[in-house]
């Protein structure tokens, strides 16, 4: 299956590039993807129509309705039908076997940049390669990581783990106990499932703690709160879950206490939430933060504040959350106004509560502000050092990165660091001992590299960079833009050959999103630019509304009843292309982005039509 999954990411822009006659919905689109990618290929008939199965009696109304049970074995059926079709369709192409190979050598590369996280002062990272199928979590120091060729220990063998104990266990994090940083919260799942078990682990004698903290295998959260107590939401009771099947009842267990003695400190609505979970924040002051986070849906939120006398609601909007304690400052992201007293907050924008008043009177709170955004600008992602606060932000879609400093007064001076333009930029692995950060950076035709920051002095050190895994030398990107049904401007950018014939007869293909608040922003995909872009093809990423470019408004503007303006920007996007004579509708494809990491390689579904594939491009890499 994995064979043909990658294939269907890598090759299915030549084997599905059909007209784009119609557009579906996304959320269909995401079922026929559940088990595998499926490439539907063109059929004369009704192109939503299940290859080789019969549904059954349509529901009033929605003759698709019963898609929504995404494991009915109905359901089910439908994609495998659809799937079967899609690998044969791959696997008659002629160009199969050369898409595949270079394709494989793409993903079983091990020049890949190991992704690091602080601990002590150390680096660790961990890796999963063809040797460590399920992994190994390792450690260097900072200085040794930023050599070309690291010396790693490793600290736990993932694979040796389930091969002793005869499981399959896959890692799931670490979350080490704040300080002295030597025990940490190992969480294990088996096969990959949601549930996971959880073991205390001594990092300085490199094993499990002997009569440690144990959680059994549930679906689970939970928080260090000290060196002998822990905050756990998890089903302690039969049931004892919500309808989304996640805990609602937090409960403090102590160091050798039985589950059944642990106490309980908070209990949700088990009919109306989605989860509960503790959250503990600490800043280099030496300050905690303990909060309960009481989920209502995936956008609002309660969020309490644990307190001697009990825990107390926080008087935040529901759609806001604490992101980021630095200073003593708690700074909390909006994602819809707040009004209090004379001020007023926009959505999206970041500001901060004084902890000793939130501890006072957490009803009664006075926000300031931190950052806030313009008309084109949106916040992408808030870290935090020993004592800055690191933001990542878009401006019309282009990355950028910041350090935020306190001052006396309360207020903050910010310095913006000197990046490449047109590019994805985040925040890595931060140090809440120092204040010392790594960022990640890449673009359409710039291969991911890494870079070492010390957030006191703003110095930016390239640390390490992939090397390129496609010519990109006759490429360019271009940013611009199309008229929605509305009137609104939709940015999308385009990578297309610098010489190209403005003669609507490029293959090209629309990448785009549309949902959660998530922004798609210019990022390198190895395995698109070498099988699409080398051979002749065009990639578009459109920035349709749904998503978060733009902030909190541009989300909510493709939400509910007003879904279609989605539609309508991705169809803008797509005969702005063929009125700028880059393509034709025999010539165009779409893509579903997808839902998790937001990498635009990730996943390629075209939307079938009837047509016949356009023939291959002239130009090409061999």
């Excluded at 209502?296 to 529901?318: H, K, N, V």
């Excluded at 304690?325 to 907050?345: C, K, M, N």
């Excluded at 999308?492 to 990448?511: C, E, M, R, W």
Aim: aromatic share 10%; net charge negative; proline share 7%.
């Amino acid at each position: 299956m994995y064979r043909h999954i990658m294939l269907a990411l890598s090759i299915a822009p030549f084997v599905s590039c059909q007209p784009l006659a119609r557009f579906v919905p996304l959320s269909i689109l995401a079922i026929m993807a559940l088990p595998a990618i499926a490439v539907a290929q063109a059929r004369p008939t009704n192109p939503m129509a299940p290859a080789q199965f019969v549904a059954g009696p349509a529901e009033p109304g929605d003759p698709y309705l019963w898609l929504e049970d995404v494991s009915s074995p109905k359901a089910l059926e439908w994609v495998k039908a659809h799937n079967a079709g899609s690998i044969a369709a791959l696997e008659s192409d002629p160009r199969y076997a050369t898409l595949y190979e270079e394709a494989l050598v793409i993903e079983g590369a091990k020049d890949r940049i190991p992704d690091p996280s602080f601990i002590q002062g150390d680096v660790y990272n961990f890796w999963r390669d063809a040797e460590h199928l399920r992994g190994i979590w390792r450690k260097t120091t900072l200085a040794d990581y930023q050599t070309a060729q690291p010396h790693w220990t490793t600290v736990l063998d993932i694979d040796a783990l389930g091969k002793a104990e005869g499981k399959s266990f896959v890692f799931r994090g670490a979350r080490c106990l704040r300080r002295d940083e030597r025990h940490c919260l190992i969480s294990l799942s088996e096969g990959g499932e949601d549930a996971i078990e959880v073991r205390e682990f001594d990092l300085e004698a490199g094993a499990f703690v002997d009569g440690g903290f144990r959680l059994p295998r549930g679906k689970q959260n939970f928080a260090w709160e000290d060196a002998d107590h822990i905050l756990v939401g998890r089903e302690w009771a039969p049931g004892d879950l919500t309808p989304s099947g996640y805990p609602y009842v937090v409960k403090r267990l102590a160091r050798g206490q039985p589950l059944a003695a642990a106490a309980e400190v908070f209990r949700g609505d088990k009919s109306n939430d989605v989860n509960v979970g503790p959250t503990i924040f600490h800043d280099g002051l030496g300050h905690r933060l303990a909060l309960i986070v009481r989920r209502l849906d995936f956008f609002r939120r309660e969020t309490y504040i644990m307190t001697p006398q009990g825990t107390q609601l926080l008087d935040i909007p529901a759609k806001a959350d604490v992101v980021a304690f630095v200073d003593g400052r708690v700074i909390v992201r909006l994602h819809e106004s707040w009004t209090v007293a004379d001020q007023s907050f926009p959505p999206g924008a970041l500001v901060q509560l004084d902890l000793a008043a939130v501890e006072a009177e957490p009803a009664r709170l006075q926000p300031s502000p931190v950052w806030s955004p313009g008309p084109r600008d949106s916040l992408r992602q808030v870290s935090s050092t020993r004592d800055k606060l690191l933001l990542s932000t878009l401006d019309n879609v282009r990355g950028r990165a910041w350090i935020y400093s306190p001052t006396a007064d309360g207020g903050w001076t910010h310095a913006r660091l000197d990046l490449p333009d047109n590019m994805a930029i985040g925040y890595g692995a931060a140090d809440n001992r120092s204040n010392l950060a790594f960022l990640n950076i890449s673009g359409f035709l710039t291969p991911g590299s890494l870079w070492f920051t010390d957030a006191s002095s703003g110095s930016l050190q390239l640390t390490k960079a992939l090397p390129a895994k496609f010519d990109s030398s006759r490429e360019v990107v271009e940013q611009l833009e199309a008229t929605s049904s509305d009137g609104v401007k939709i940015p999308y950018f385009i990578v297309h050959p610098a010489d190209i014939k403005y003669d609507g007869q490029a293959p090209t293909l629309i990448s785009a999103y549309g949902g959660f608040e998530a922004s798609l922003t210019p990022s390198y995909s190895a395995t698109t630019g070498k099988l699409w872009l080398e051979r002749g093809g065009v990639f578009v990423l459109a920035n349709i509304r749904g998503g978060g470019e733009f902030g909190p408004a541009w989300h909510e503007a493709g939400l509910a009843t007003k879904r279609q303006i989605i539609y309508d920007d991705f169809a803008a996007v797509a005969r702005d292309l063929i009125g700028r004579k880059i393509t034709s509708s025999r010539r165009l494809a779409s893509q579903v982005a997808p839902m998790a990491g937001f990498s635009w390689e990730s996943s390629l579904l075209s939307i079938p039509s009837s047509g016949t594939p356009w023939s291959s491009p002239s130009r090409s890499s061999t």
